[in-house]
């Protein structure tokens, strides 16, 4: 099992920029796959983006690609997420998980381990 923890969150104006970092302790990180998901008000998770164990492979959701970039540093147990062209539907609080697989995956429920959140807020 890995331990996550999420940073980087807070208030930034539409068309602004935020970078959430996801640090990672316990078992081998490069092990896992490792993907965010975001949980606007009153709304169910949802997948935002997921990367590979090696980080040569990512996937995004259509609302973000173009505008989001998931990361990884496996010399660092982190993962990131740099967020450009924010909009206040991206309001919500991010989660990364971490699934003990390699591959790549957007279904929530395959993650075995999640972090607190950070909560992302965008003003219009």
């Known amino acids: 099992q890995v331990w996550l923890v999420e940073s980087g969150g807070g208030l930034v104006q539409a068309g602004g920029s935020l970078r959430l970092s996801c640090a990672a302790s316990?078992?081998?990180?490069?092990?896992?796959?490792m993907g965010w998901f975001r949980q606007p008000p009153e709304k169910e998770r949802e997948f935002v983006a997921a990367i590979n164990w090696s980080g040569t492979k990512m996937d995004y959701a259509d609302s973000v690609k173009g505008r989001f970039t998931i990361s990884r540093d496996n010399t660092r147990n982190t993962v990131y997420l740099q967020m450009n062209s924010l909009e206040p539907e991206d309001t919500a609080v991010y989660y990364c998980g971490a699934r003990y697989s390699g591959t790549i995956s957007t279904s929530r429920s395959t993650y075995s381990s999640w972090g607190q959140g950070t909560q992302v807020t965008v003003s219009s």
């Open positions: 316990g078992r081998t990180f490069s092990s896992y796959a």
